[in-house]
């Protein structure tokens, strides 16, 4: 599909494309009811609720008044209808006050000031210095005469550096006043959402130029909301507007992410929906048989003799009406108040705020805070998360000779600074390369001083070292570089410009030095791109053994090259660029091919080394996340043994003789296959000694063919090995090894900082994006944004590990209590003649739900078990969530049994002290709702582990509350609850069934929770006593290996603490301990070895 | 999540700066609770504690116990079952036909005062496996109407017993009124007659609110079906005692409804001569009628329950209390030993 743009073109375009309005808005007033309600409703649950509220409305089955479930129905309804509301409205006004910007247009040759709205499809838009594009254009003119210009296109991919744009060259030299009269026929691409590539072509009418086809690329463009910068004016014609372009096509909404927990919840409320469902069939069966043998002879029941068709249905019916407050209508709003505070304690925590850039953690979504306790698989990125990406020039060699080697920096290494001053040759070329070779852009502030601006880090810093090494990149004015060597000026003008891409690995510049005239081809790029191309007769072993050497340290390399070319050489190979950038299908490629025409023969001057340092605090993290029993996977674009290096410093994998790394490689099937074989079957032995640490090293080439031709041994070694280190991976391959963990039912959290991560971000359970130098793109992807890879361990250990906890007590607590009253409900209808009678009216049944029993669980989002000083010392208690031991059906069953059995409690002691005289109505259903409001306070109070004030006030308060709250309803005269609750509290009986009560229900749950914590106390109850006793964990500290080996000698092993564990996955491949420093540099494996890395 | 928002960084127009970052520079601000630094109370169940939460528990339920126990015996409760006895021996066969009949149900019995009653005794009437509760008959009701001379026709609540087949309201509609108790009791010590004071006997709020001052029985018992008591026409609903107790349904099956208060004391092995009108049919269904004459203690009437519970309570946490201290004396036990850290024993291959 093409689109077809006329210049200039009033009457053409308008009717075939849309215009420039920006719209972000889900809902339009009319449609925002309907709408909302119908995506609301797709939930099952509260199809579940409307379907309960609407039987209710036939007054023939519904025990109470319907308002008991309409009330919280609507409630609830309401606060997520106007939190969508406002969100929509805020970005309504925000979508107006873009779309009524004055942006100039030229229409019928003259300027006109119009609102960004009406812009049509080949307008010509002008724009001014700062100013904001209001949809994506085609650039024709700007104040530059060299026709470029710079825009800032943070907003678009979030890095914020400059770029430069210029015009194609068919507008090269028209004159501004021309501008409003030019006229052409723009041959692009429909809209799409690369906004990486814009393969489009260009024709002028005359009398502009004639029938040439002018190719265009995306550096021709400027795109929707980018600015203008260091430009007086630039114009450009609409190619694409509104949500047409291509931010707007990026646009869209994620798909919300489920967490396992949420799944949980939801098949236990599954679980309880059948479980509703048996009750209800039975009762509804006992109760029509009652009907049938006795309810016929109660002759004040006046029993119908024909009743109408669905009479068999009406008693099953009322008790899926009394039955339905098995599922409580408040988890739901509970939940989401409880995880929006969880994101809320993330935004706020001080501890985890960069403090050198004052960026602070921000959770974008809300919804999946219990999943960072249950992640079982991290997948990190390398460079800029596990390391700073902040390049730093360290080493070179050029043409043999090593700098830097000594003194670990070759800036102050003073043969180095001596060649440069006296000028040796080879010297100065290198030098040459790194201060042209690029597409820096120099920027002189108005002290004088030169700062660059750079997309790559690498670029930068070779840059900066150049200039250090006084070749200074001074001006960059179009296509003309002013270089400075020695304080003597040098002018390059740059002809092309063979750029970077991640198959290429290399870039080129081909030059003309002003002065001489001559041609030179500049390149630099990784080693095996660039050493396999060099003169025949060129020795390169000591720049592959220079690469080898610095890649052990850890060093980022680069090689650098040049060659002279010949005038005609160059013309000949200038037109195929030109064609070959024009080409609309396959652009890519045959830029490729036509480059690497130029590319040969090179000269190698010199390997370049570059150092990222690795960021603070990374190591320990990864070791505490270790322990914890997450298996860490690197996925890099770097090369093979940088990659292990830094895997091995960073205690990816335990040092020899612990560690072993496993190569996986071969360059066909076969040799991949039997590779992976080896690997697969090495990694078994190892894993069944489960002494050793095994890592297993791929590279993407091999990646590629494993997961297409061999899913299934890789799967199999992904899920034995707990550690991977896959170097040369493609974006796609990245969201390819989440996509394979994730369906091996793996919580998988993916950390990055790039645009080439933001694919493995969106496609893991937890997207964790760091804000680095990279720009903002992975962190806007992402779930959370936190400003460096340490403040990790505090999100999971800290922050997951409590969401997950609270979490679970709050949602299963919210069944418990739901239960304890349906059951109460249940039995009643048995002394009742099975005919369905609701026990409690429908103020109680609805407030019960609403405020006495939800407020004060809703504090236990402050409740900590253990201390964060604890956790972070155990980190291996992290195991307990990622089994999800907190909340399972056996737990559940646990809290269900307790309802049970609290509701017994409740029901026999309520109705024998309230038997006879005493059996009114009102009174035996508040005594009974009293009982569960005082069980309910002391259930919480129980599981509560920290008690803060705010925990004491609304569990105390809360019982005060139920007391104000029923003695005014109890002082309205009309109410059937008039001054019911007064009498009740006037006599002791009351108080002391209220009392046996609540000894009844506590004393056995409290013997058996002591009986449990004392003699078979969980890993969470060892260290909650040692913690606040005082004992001895504290003064062990952190347990080093020697002293474990000697406590452990006497102490028999014992199977209890084991089965549970064993459920989990990870569990099988639990952490070797804490691994020993690395001390010594190790050698990278001989490349084809496939068995245990050797040290040299 | 969407790339971004054009609009959002029409905000930042004119800056350097993209916004994402400025906002997220805004250093969070510090307070205990952002940071879930809040001061807790962090207790933990040590063997002290918890062996003296149920030492306590039982050394104040035990006494709690013996004291409502002593209560209720207190109580001096007579309870008669008089449903079949009162039914002459020829008819027991037919006790449905029996009681449907116009045969005169005149029934006398003879109660023995077992201990000195002290006034005030009351006297109650207790229906078995009468279900009060049951959801047609506990809804058949119409409160407006009860309260309020302006609602008579609000009787949608109180099928089938709502209207006249005419289209009248009745007043006291429904099943609840319709089947008001109409067994009477008088009594008689010494051939004198023992006066029962039928006033006060229900709720004064019901009296004075929810029955209206102003609102007198219309075609009550007027239908085919014959329910139960008939009311004085010229009585307001408030007068009504019996009604408005029987209107306060139970919540079992089982329950004793006031049926007046005797306000003399009665004499230990004295006899009290009833003569008591067998109306009500219960026959139908098997229900149980009795009359209770009890007095009252602090507690309420005679119901052991509360007694035997809070003994039975005290007794297993002592019980309970003994055996954790006998565990805990045998098998001392270290809490927080890291030793029992399953991490920490693994490890021991090593």
Known sequence: MKRYVYINDDNLAKDIYCDNRISNRKYTILNFLPKNLWEQFSRFMNQYFLLIACLQLWSLITPVNPASTWGPLILIFAVSSSKEA?????????????????????????????????ICIGNIVWLRENDEVPCDLLLLGTADPQGFCYVETAALDGETDLKTRSIPSACMGIDVDLLHKIKGVIECPSPNKDIRRFDANMRLFPPFLDNDIFPLTIKNTLLQSCYLRNTEWACGVAVYTGNQTKLGMCRGIAEPKLTAVDAMIDKLTGAVFVFQIVVVIVLGIAGNVFKDKQGRKLWYVQYPKEGPWYELLVIPLRFELLCSIMIPISIKVSLDLAKSLYAKFIDWDVEMVDPETGIRSNAANQAISED?????????????????????????????????????????????????????????????????????????????TISYKALSQDEEALVCASARLRMVLENKNGNILDINFNASPMQYEVLDTLEFTSDRKRMSVVVRECQSGELFILSKGADETILPLTYSGQQVRTFAEAVE??????????????????EDEYQEWTSMFKEANSTLVDRERRVAEVCQRLERDFEILGVAAIEDRLQEGVPETIEILRKAGINFWMLTGDKMSTAIQIALSCNFVSPEPKGQILIIDGKTEDEVCRSLDRVLLTTRITESESKQDVAFVVDGWALEIALKHYRKPFTELAILSRTAICCRVTPSQKAQLVELLKLCDYRTLAIGDGGNDVRMIQQA????????????????????????????KRLILVHGRYSYNRTAFLSQYSFYKSFLICFIQIFFSFISGVSGTSLFNTVSLMAYNVFYTSVPVLFS???KDLSERTVMQ???????????????????????????????????????????????????????????????????????????????????????????????VSSIPTSGMYTIMFRLCEQPSYWITMILIVATGMCPVLALKYLRYTYRPSRINLLQQSERLGGPILSSGIIEPKSRSSLDKDIPTDSVYEPLLSESPSATRRSAGPTQRLDSVQSQSPPHSTHTRKDN | MNASNPSSSAAGAGSADSTAPRRNSKRPKYSRFTQQELPACKPILTPKWVIGTFLLVSVIFIPIGVVSLFASQDVVEIVDRYETDCIPEPSRNDKVGFIQSNQSKTCQRTLRIPKHMKQPIYVYYQLDNFYQNHRRYVKSRSDQQLRNNGSLQETDACKPEDTTPGGAPIVPCGLIAWSLFNDTYDFTRNNQILNVNKRGISWKSDREHKFGKDVFPRNFQNGTLKGGATLNPNLTLSEQEDLIVWMRTAALPTFRKLYGKIEVDLQRDELINVTLENNYNTYSFGGKKKLVLSTTSWLGGKNDFVGIAYLTVGGLCFFLALVFLLIYLIKPRQLGDPSYLSWNRNSSGH
Request: aromatic share 12%.
């Open chain 1, 86 to 118: 406002w969100d929509d409205y805020n970005r309504y006004l925000l979508d107006k006050k873009a779309n009524e910007k004055e942006i100039w247009i030229v229409r019928q040759g003259i300027r006109k000031l119009i609102q960004a709205q009406d």
């Open chain 1, 372 to 448: 960072l306790g249950q992640v079982e698989y991290i997948l990190t990125d390398k460079t800029g998360t596990l390391t700073e990406n902040k390049m730093i020039f360290k080493r070179c060699c050029i043409s043999g000779r090593f700098y830097g080697n000594e003194s670990g920096d070759a800036l102050t290494d003073a043969q180095l600074l001596n060649a440069a001053s006296t000028g040796s040759a080879d010297v100065i070329l290198f030098l040459k390369v790194m201060a042209i070779c690029n597409t820096v852009i120099p920027v002189r502030s108005k002290s004088g």
């Open chain 1, 549 to 566: 050497q610095y890649a052990q340290m850890g060093l980022r390399t680069l090689c650098l090259a040049w060659r002279k070319l010949e």
């Open chain 1, 765 to 792: 359970d937890i997207g964790v994006g760091i804000s680095g130098r990279e720009g903002l793109q992975a962190a806007r992807a992402a779930d959370y944004s936190i400003g460096k890879f340490r403040f990790l």
């Open chain 1, 861 to 863: 989002v402050l409740d």
């Open chain 1, 874 to 968: 155990h980190p291996q208690i992290l195991f307990d969530c990622q089994s999800g031991r907190l909340l399972n059906p056996s737990t559940f069953a646990g809290w269900f049994g307790r309802s049970l059995f609290h509701a017994i409690v409740v029901f026999v002691i309520t109705i024998h002290s309230y038997a006879f005289e005493k059996s009114v109505m009102e009174e035996v259903a508040m005594v009974a709702v009293s009982g569960c409001i005082w069980l309910q306070a002391f259930v919480v109070a129980l599981e509560t582990n920290s008690f803060t004030i705010f925990q004491h006030l609304a569990i105390w308060g809360n019982l005060v509350g139920f007391y104000a709250i029923n003695w005014i």
